[in-house]
């Protein structure tokens, strides 16, 4: 991988999920048009989201999210516990 790849590497996930700005994108856009190891990273990635979607997963029980979210809280505080409420509930999809 080339230097210059890895700038674009550390924001694939973000320009996947579409959270940057759009100048920024269409600088990645313009990369991933040039680079074969780059493009390559890109659809690794959204196979893996795929197969994530696709493998379905069990819902944490309600006392394991319930002492995520305290900790959460804990580590956080609790001016952000509305964030951190639905932020826990989301990371329970991968544990």
């Known amino acids: 991988m080339r230097e210059c790849c890895k700038k674009y590497i550390e924001r ?3 320009y996947l999920d579409g959270e940057l ?3 920024i ?3 990645i856009d313009h990369h991933l048009e040039d680079c ?6 890109l659809n690794s990635l959204k196979k893996t ?9 069990e819902k944490m029980p309600s006392d394991m999210q319930a002492r995520l ?3 959460l809280r804990d580590c956080f ?3 952000q516990s509305e964030t951190i409420g639905s932020k826990a509930s ?3 999809l991968f544990i």
Not at 36 to 41: D, M, S, V
């Open 90 to 92: 989301k990371m329970s």
């Open 21 to 23: 700005e759009n100048e």
């Open 49 to 57: 989201i795929q197969l994530c979607k696709e493998s379905g997963y």
């Open 12 to 14: 694939i996930s973000e």
């Open 36 to 41: 074969p190891e780059c493009r390559e990273c």
């Open 25 to 27: 994108c269409q600088e």
């Open 77 to 79: 505080g609790s001016a």
């Open 69 to 71: 979210k305290s900790s």
